[in-house]
């Protein structure tokens, strides 16, 4: 715990918190990111403490603001997730990011949102639930033969399935919550994945992510590599861009992930305003960035 008077949480699960015995292989971007941002809010005076978001509420006493860090479970357990988040705010802590923030975040249905305020996005249909015949109709729908099935509530690449027309699902499968299919992007695997990381709307830094040959998902625990990167201007205009797209103010943190059409277009593939990995390795200002605006918002 922490000696310094004024004190906010960093939200963390089971699988991330350290010491736990069932920590995940990625779970040392926890500790990067709590090493990164500790020390930035003690030049503020104000001590962090690891929670376990599903903690006793009895934990978070004293708690004057929670950041929602590494709480990598709770797409499994959307309703309890979000009542915790609501039951913090009404005790008067002030919850990074909100929780009408992450409502509107969690699923990601809300590209289509984008969409229609003129983001370019990768094209998708969105199934409750799919079988081998929406695979089929993917592929004469797009016109490709490759695509990818994803979770509209998921996070690091958990349950997703790529299929091609040579390779299609077998027939008794099926993918049984709200799904997304698009196809699959040839930049993924060429070039890879930019994020560009923004706190209170202030561009911070970009990386460049790639996925190991012969693989398309980019996240470490399949290998993936990142790269610091200084983007082009039009680069970071698109994801700015995107950011003044939000239905509210830009929030203390977010990540916009995006990848580069067929077209040469930036398409954005989702806006990580949860709890995004903030990669503190490669913009070292992260941590006096994000505790200026904590310090802010606790007064």
Known sequence: MSGLPVRVGFLACETTLPGSPIRRSDAFEHDLQVAALAPALAAHGIG??????????????????????????????????????DTLAARGIVVCNPPEVVRWNIGKAYLRELAEAGAVTIPTLWPDAAGPEDIARAFDHFGCDRVVIKRQVGAGAMGQE??????????????????????????????????????????????????????????????????????????????????????????????????????????????????????????????????????????
């Not at 903690?55 to 860090?69: K, N």
């Not at 709480?71 to 309890?80: F, G, L, P, V």
């Not at 003044?244 to 580069?260: C, E, I, N, Q, T």
């Open 48 to 85: 962090m403490v690891e929670l376990d978001w599903v903690g006793p509420l009895e934990s978070f006493t004293g708690i004057e603001l929670v950041m929602i860090g590494t709480s990598w479970n709770y797409q499994d357990r959307q309703e309890e997730f979000l009542t915790r988040l």
């Open 162 to 299: 790529m299929f091609s027309r040579a390779a299609p699902p077998a027939a008794g499968w099926r993918f049984d919550r709200p799904a997304m299919i698009q196809p699959l992007q040839h930049a993924i695997r060429e070039e890879g994945e930019y994020s560009f990381l923004f706190f209170d709307g202030a561009f911070s830094h970009a990386i460049l992510k790639q996925a190991q040959p012969g693989e398309y998902r980019i996240q470490s625990m399949y290998g993936g590599s990142e790269l610091a990167i200084t983007p082009e201007a039009g680069q970071v205009a698109a994801a700015a861009d995107v950011i003044a797209k939000l239905p509210f103010p830009a929030p203390l943190y977010a990540r916009v992930d995006m990848l580069r059409l067929d077209d040469g277009r930036m398409a954005v593939i989702e806006v990580e305003m949860i709890e995004p990995y903030l990669y503190p390795e490669q913009g070292p200002q992260m941590g006096e960035m994000l505790a200026n605006g904590i310090a802010q918002r606790i007064g």
